[in-house]
């Protein structure tokens, strides 16, 4: 069915963004973005093996899935502070699993596939080669977008409405790709920045 995904973000955000926190919030989400390298650098780790995983057996063990997508709901969770619009801090502590604890503002969540496809998953990397190509034209625009919100939510407190739903649905796109090449799910990201 088109605009069905199994992997969507949200977020909850407030009405009013503090006129500080553009100054400050790229500072304060430092330990959070390093500490979200040493952790991408464990999903390396599991990717690798559970790609062959999946070509042998035809499955991702649950573990490692579930770690996977806690390092992408830990980013999701960084961006939506980084971009204020969440208020509280994020935990240090990723929440793993497809299930979003529904604990924090900004919820990631992405159904579990019961059944891999093991001939996307061979060619996984040439596969997602063309949503790289336009994200990175999309990214370039998303760049100009959030610019011009920063300067938006210093001054007025407040980020447009359309630039939002531009920042929120762009994300979502470059998670869902995340979540295709990380080998979360075997669903092929649309070229859309739908819901």
Known sequence: ???????????TSPAEVARWRPLVNGLLVMPH????????????????????AILSTGRLPD????????????????????LGWT???PSFAPPAGHVDPGDYPAILYCA??????RLTVLWRVLLATPQYIVLFFVSLGAFFVLVVAWFAVLIT????DGMRRF???WIRWVTRLRAYSLL???VYPPFAFEA
């Not at 573990?63 to 980084?82: E, H």
């Not at 407190?157 to 447009?160: A, C, D, L, N, T």
Request: proline share 9%; no cysteine.
């Open 184 to 186: 979360v799910t075997d």
């Open 157 to 160: 407190g407040q980020w447009p």
């Open 112 to 117: 579990r596939p019961l059944q891999r496809n």
């Open 33 to 52: 973005l390093l500490w979200h390298f040493v952790l991408s650098l464990g999903v390396v780790v599991v990717v690798i093996p559970g790609w062959f």
């Open 87 to 89: 208020e509280p801090y």
């Open 1 to 11: 069915m088109p605009g069905i995904h199994p992997l969507n973000i949200d977020v």
């Open 63 to 82: 573990s490692w899935s579930d770690y996977v997508m806690g390092v992408l709901r830990y980013r999701w969770r960084i961006d939506a502070y980084l």
């Open 167 to 169: 920042a929120l649905g």
